[in-house]
């Protein structure tokens, strides 16, 4: 009688195993965790996360009764554009005012706490010193909103909504 040969030969990846480890390898903004330095997402394009949006009914939240309508859709299309630039073309294109934002300056109308209370609610494990770096952009719609977050392994963490540039008054 003739011996079966097993031969080993190719053999295709599970699809499941491949997706856990692409899930794994990702990784959200975890309170106080450090994230990689601008230059190091300057080329990619933005991707949007609203886990630290604020929604306490203040003049910088998306909830606030005076947004309409179009102030939601504004928000949205100006995402929409700037979805399809680099952080560094944002950042150049001066339009869009694509910049950090220092809250220890004076002509900021946001304080380090204002930040905190909004990552860590309840002030346990995270200080003022490792807060991460805010940005702000235009929304380029009609009202001249900007949009403000912060930037962790090339996701933008949208925090507020600034109307009526409250954060970073217009000069």
Known sequence: MAK???KKGFEIPDPKNQLESAINSLSKYKVGEQGIPFHS???LKPIFAFDYLSLNETELCFNVKSNDREDLLGFLEGLKKVSCFTYEKMRLT???RFHSINLLDKKVNLNPSDFLK???PSYRGM???ELPTLYQFDLQYKIEARAVGFLYK???YVVWYDRNHIIYPKK
């Open 4 to 6: 079966k040969s097993r």
């Open 118 to 120: 909004v990552l860590a």
């Open 127 to 129: 200080t003022e010193d």
């Open 94 to 96: 001066k339009a869009l």
């Open 154 to 156: 090339g996701v933008f």
């Open 41 to 43: 997402v300057k080329n």
